[in-house]
């Protein structure tokens, strides 16, 4: 059998195994795995590297616009050049409608900003802000068989947020059709009621954004959207958890028995509060939505992760430059910290960051080839292509040289923000050659990816969403 390139010498690991082997590709895909290959065109020496599958970063924001003017720094050509160096294949970035506008046409409007510009491929998922009967009807079931098979809805942000009956709506969709929905599970109402109680103190600095955002806010929405999910016997994933309380409501819920996964990221593993107290506006840089949290929960998350309650973790990566009108800096450098836009950059650092973790004997690696890959493929419809090393699968191949250290820099990352909030951190373990369906994209930690490569990702109805036939509802009724 001939080969159009062999993966030589290299230790594979997957979310079940580690063992040495060649792997054989043509036609972009792994179509033999054996202790030795030849007949190939080309060789890759992947000795004393680990070889791993492609990460699938399954929640990122990529060009999209907010409601208040703001603008993520990031297009689909610089956001999957920084995703490829950082050893991630696929991304899965949003679609986001706004109020009165039609779902299918922001979601072709949206597939239209990708063309010919993105190096890795891309599914992409729907958020659903206006969830009337034209999208409930016929829009979210006729995108569903499209292959837009997940979609995300907002307990929060008054430009986005669902009550509770809204949510009902969309989860029986989901749970007829066969789709995933994710849930950003924050409590409004506390946190408007908060925002004035501050706002009239004069407490208005990036710091405060952490007090208007306490933990039970988002234990409470975690809770209560776990409950709306039980009601119909729907699975669904709760999006960024920050800390120990909201963690403890998705591991009680599946400790039932109920379908209801888990997702973080990374700077709730290496960020705390204290990044929003630097001097003057600095801590705008470290604004999100939840905000990290304190050094006891950070550690509580990673026991957490290593415990499984995460089946995910992604960066939502939501990049606004720092020193940028259309930024951090859209309602000016004195902003009260309702008025920062939220989000932080992290989609070429999140595997390196976890990867540490291997490094620190946190989690193991088949934990982490789990956490960034095999399980957003199951997850979310992309199962026998992406997220593992197997016959027939897409070649999407991180080689990983464990043992090589390096401190993170801005200026050496290849994203369109002009700031990380992880400078300074150093970790051990680094992806330095990328493969993309058997095309090298990244060489030596060098990006070689052309504008293009990447393909548009068809996901199928993930067979994560199949309920478990226990509903508390009459099921003619959901």
Same mark, same amino acid.
Not at 186 to 197: G, Q
Not at 348 to 363: A, D, K
């Given at each position: 059998?001939?080969?159009? +390139?062999?993966?030589? *010498?290299? @230790? ?5 195994? #580690? !063992? ?6 043509? %036609? ?114 006729? +995108?569903?068989?499209? *292959?837009? @098979? ?5 307990? #929060? !942000? ?6 509770? %009956? ?313």
């Amino acid at each position: 059998m001939s080969y159009d +390139l062999v993966v030589r *010498g290299g @230790t594979i690991a997957t979310a079940s195994d #580690t !063992y040495r082997a060649d792997i054989g590709i043509a %036609g972009g895909r792994i179509i033999a795995i054996a202790e030795s290959l030849t007949d190939t065109k080309e060789v890759v020496d992947a000795g004393g590297m680990l070889v791993l599958p492609g990460g699938i970063d399954s929640h990122v924001h990529i060009d999209q616009p907010g409601a208040d003017g703001s603008l993520t720094a990031d297009d689909f050509e610089t956001g999957t050049r920084a995703a490829a160096c950082g050893g991630t294949t696929t991304i899965m970035p949003f679609a986001m409608q706004f109020r009165g506008k039609s779902l299918r046409e922001t979601t072709d409007a949206y597939r239209r900003k990708a063309d010919g510009k993105a190096m890795v491929d891309y599914a992409i998922h729907l958020i659903v802000a206006d969830a009337n009967e034209q999208v409930i009807g016929q829009e979210l079931p006729a +995108l569903i068989k499209d *292959g837009y @098979t997940s979609f995300k809805v907002y307990m #929060t !942000y008054d430009d986005l947020k669902l009550n509770d %009956g809204q949510m009902l709506d969309v989860l029986s969709l989901a749970r007829r059709e066969g789709a995933m929905t994710m849930i950003h599970a924050e409590n409004a109402d506390c946190i408007s009621w908060l925002t004035a109680k501050l706002a009239a103190s004069g407490r208005t600095a990036p710091r405060y954004h952490c007090t208007s955002r306490p933990m039970p806010v988002e234990r409470e929405a975690t809770h209560r959207a776990i409950a709306l999910a039980e009601l119909l016997d729907v699975p669904m994933l709760v999006v960024h958890v920050s800390g120990i309380e909201a963690a403890n409501e998705i591991r009680r819920a599946q400790e039932r028995g109920l379908k209801v996964y888990g997702e973080t990221c990374p700077q709730y593993l290496f960020l705390t509060e204290e990044g929003l107290a630097k001097d003057g506006f600095l801590g705008a840089m470290c604004v999100c939505s939840p905000p990290p949290r304190d050094k006891v929960n950070q550690d509580a998350m990673w026991d957490a992760l290593a415990a499984g309650v995460f089946q995910v973790v992604s960066s939502d990566h939501c990049p606004y430059r720092f020193n940028d009108p259309k930024g951090k800096l859209i309602a000016g450098p004195n902003a009260p910290f309702w008025k920062i836009p939220n989000g932080i950059p992290g989609i070429e650092t999140r595997l390196p960051l976890l990867f540490n973790g291997v490094s620190q004997g946190r989690i193991t690696l088949q934990q982490f080839v789990a956490l960034t890959a095999t399980n957003h493929a199951r997850i979310y419809g992309l199962s026998g292509r992406k997220g593992t090393i197997a016959i027939g699968a897409d070649a999407d191949l991180a080689l990983w040289d464990p043992t090589r250290e390096v401190t993170i820099r801005n200026d050496d990352l290849h994203h369109n923000v002009d700031y990380t909030p992880f400078e300074g951190i150093t970790v051990k373990g680094w992806p330095m050659h990328v493969l993309s369906r058997g095309a090298m994209i990244v060489r030596d930690g060098k990006p070689l990816a052309r504008s293009g490569h990447g393909q548009f990702l068809r996901c199928d109805l993930p067979e994560a969403a199949i309920p478990r036939g226990v509903s508390v509802v009459p099921s003619d009724l959901i």
